[in-house]
């Protein structure tokens, strides 16, 4: 679930919906040839199906102390097309759970990482869309705003975020930064940029100035391990300082990078945006998360997908070829799930192993590929 700390918590439908073909026509291609398309959305069904069925009481999955957890696999049913959900209240129990973490201060979260499980529920939140949440929303929103950094002794750290508001794992990093930023961005722009009266909005530009100090660019990096080496150039690492995986440019976090930057509204001609974009591309690949292998590999696939999307960019080019990326992806993704209708990495870390997980992950990445 994380991407650079291994202090992280280390957590350990066979039948597949029937799509008509109408319903299948109702579905925007983006790109995707029909034939994938129709497979991509039994493999939604079938993997819905399989979620459904490994849901806990009262509402929550694989653990009661990570609400984030339940939140992502809740948006992985919200954005699937409705008619390959399976029947049931999967997502009214998955909310409850979610709204019962809810704490006075206006996190959502149960044991610790409070930062990283109200980013998420949060944006669960906004995309169902729930009359009553308001209120739960507007505090977790104060509650982010909140914790974003302010670090006098340690410049560097300004405008990130962490696993939580203060303490010792309040260092902030690019990938608890990127959920903060895309669930901060999803309540601006529900609200049309209006935030709540009398509370005080995030700062966008220390956030993206954060961002950008964890990019491999000299330009606009005064680190002194910024590297513009064609391996490194443009990509991202997992904090300013280099993170657990030092100084390289790896797969996830290049991807969180520019999504993350793409949510503070950064133009696509700006050098940051064009130096990763050419990054990606030239490091393009579905066979592995650049940089780390199979490690975190299907929560590169998870952040490629909505990263891509959300750039707008139909095809990426490398050494003078177009490159399918939503064709490409579709087919790697569905030809590695599991006949119960799961996926699953055989590396562990990051909680990869955990079939709920990388499932919740696998059928968002699907749902965006067919157009959702």
Request: charged share 25%; glycine share 10%; hydrophobic share 35%.
């Amino acid at each position: 679930m994380k991407q650079g700390s291994p202090s992280v918590l280390q957590l350990p439908l066979i039948a597949i919906a029937v799509v008509s073909m109408a319903a299948i026509d109702n579905v925007k291609a983006a790109g995707l040839e029909d034939s994938t398309r129709a497979k991509a959305l039994e493999s939604i069904g079938s993997g819905l199906k399989f979620l459904a069925d490994a849901q806990k009481d009262p509402g929550y999955w694989s653990t009661p102390d990570m609400p984030g957890l339940s939140g992502l696999i809740v948006q992985s049913f919200l954005v699937a097309p409705e008619f390959s959900r399976p029947a049931g209240d999967a997502v009214d129990k998955g909310l409850d759970f979610i709204r019962s973490a809810a704490k006075p201060d206006g996190g959502i979260y149960n044991k610790g990482m409070a930062n990283y499980n109200t980013s998420i529920a949060l944006a669960t939140l906004l995309r169902a869309d729930k009359p009553g949440d308001e209120v739960i929303i507007d505090k977790a929103r104060n509650f982010l705003v909140g914790a974003q950094k302010k670090d006098a002794e340690k410049p560097a750290n300004d405008g990130g975020f962490g696993y939580e508001p203060g303490g010792n794992r309040s260092r902030p990093d690019l990938d608890n930064t990127v959920f903060a930023v895309e669930a901060l961005a999803m309540y601006r722009d529900k609200h049309q940029g209006e935030e709540p009266i009398g509370q005080p909005d995030l700062d966008w530009q220390a956030a993206i100035d954060f961002v950008s100090r964890c990019q491999n660019l000299k330009a606009t990096n005064p680190a002194e391990w910024a590297s513009d080496e064609p391996a490194e150039k443009g990509g991202f690492t997992y904090t300013p300082e280099g993170g657990n995986g030092g100084t390289h440019s790896y797969g996830t976090m290049s991807y969180s990078g520019l999504l993350s930057l793409i949510h503070a509204k950064v133009k696509a001609d700006d050098p940051r945006v064009k130096a990763a974009v050419d990054w990606l591309s030239r490091r393009y690949t579905v066979e592995e998360n650049p940089g780390l292998g199979d490690q975190g590999l299907y929560y590169y696939y998870f952040v490629m997908a909505k990263t891509l999307h959300a750039s707008g960019v139909p095809q990426l080019e490398a050494d003078g070829k177009k490159i399918d990326w939503r064709e490409d992806l579709a087919r790697k993704l569905i030809s590695l799930q599991k006949k119960d209708g799961s996926w699953a990495n055989e590396n562990g870390r990051w909680m990869e192993q955990d079939p709920v997980l990388v499932t919740g992950y696998t059928v968002t990445a699907l749902a965006i590929l067919c157009g959702k």
